[in-house]
């Protein structure tokens, strides 16, 4: 079965640039997306079609797209920014959803 | 602004079937999205399950095909979740959500999403 495959943790202190990275076979033909969630809550989406971002989501947070990775960054962490982060995106026919594994953002 | 409020029992029977009812408010279930299902078992990450689409269509996660069933009720403008032969690997908390696609072909994403519930399975 098709899988997205991320790091486990990310820390970073505040005010310095997180990356966290998405990697899967698939990604050159589906967008990748990404949600925060923190604990006891939904995911939010916090990018789409790769790199766009939704209403309401601080600039800070912008993703990339190179092959078969693709790269949320958060400039300027905050605590606040502290959580888990997914991707998430299609098999390569766009019928079947996967997410990543999840990666933990520590802010130091 | 469209909202999901999932419902169904929150313990299970082991080998017993686990339902559960997503009820969309402020949009209609006729529209042109999918509608999705998600799990996360405690401390663990997401995992998609499935989706319709309200003519009745469905996707479903290879590794779960066997046991899913995802139906809509258009008349009560929700979608159901029915998951048989549950185990304790089944327990989690099951979110519903409302997905969207970008064009023909690609796949779906999450904008909206319910509150989830924790549906557990023991005896």
């Known amino acids: 079965s098709y899988e997205l495959t991320q790091p486990p943790s990310v820390s970073v202190s505040p005010g310095q640039t997180a990356r966290i990275t998405c990697s899967g076979d698939?990604?050159?033909?589906?967008?990748a997306y990404w949600y925060q969630q923190k604990p006891g809550q939904a995911p939010v989406l916090v990018i789409y079609?790769?790199?766009e971002r939704p209403s309401g989501i601080p600039e800070r947070f912008s993703g990339s797209s190179s092959g078969t990775t693709v790269t949320l960054t958060i400039s300027g962490v905050q605590a606040e920014d502290e959580a888990d982060y997914y991707c998430?995106?299609?098999?390569?026919?766009?019928?079947?959803?996967?997410f990543g594994g999840g990666t933990k953002l520590t802010v130091l | 602004q469209v909202q999901l409020q999932e419902s169904g029992p929150g313990l299970v029977k082991p080998s017993g079937t686990l339902s559960l009812t997503c009820a969309v408010s402020?949009?209609?279930?006729?529209?042109?999205?999918?509608w999705s299902w998600v799990r996360q078992p405690p401390g663990k990450g997401l995992e998609w399950i499935g989706e319709?689409?309200?003519?009745?269509?469905?996707n479903y996660n290879p590794s779960l095909k066997s046991r899913v069933t995802i139906s809509v009720d258009k008349s009560k403008n929700q979608f159901s979740l029915k998951l048989s032969s549950v185990t304790a690997a089944d327990t989690a908390v099951y979110y519903c959500?409302?997905?969207?696609?970008?064009?023909?072909?690609?796949?779906?994403?999450?904008?909206?999403w319910g509150q989830g519930t924790l549906v557990t399975v023991s005896s």
């Open positions: 959500a409302r997905a969207l696609r970008e064009y023909y072909g690609s796949g779906s994403y999450y904008r909206h």
């Open positions: 402020g949009g209609s279930i006729s529209s042109s999205n999918w």
């Open positions: 319709i689409y309200h003519s009745g269509s469905t």
């Open positions: 698939a990604l050159p033909k589906q967008y």
């Open positions: 079609k790769d790199s």
């Open positions: 998430q995106s299609a098999d390569s026919s766009g019928t079947y959803g996967v």
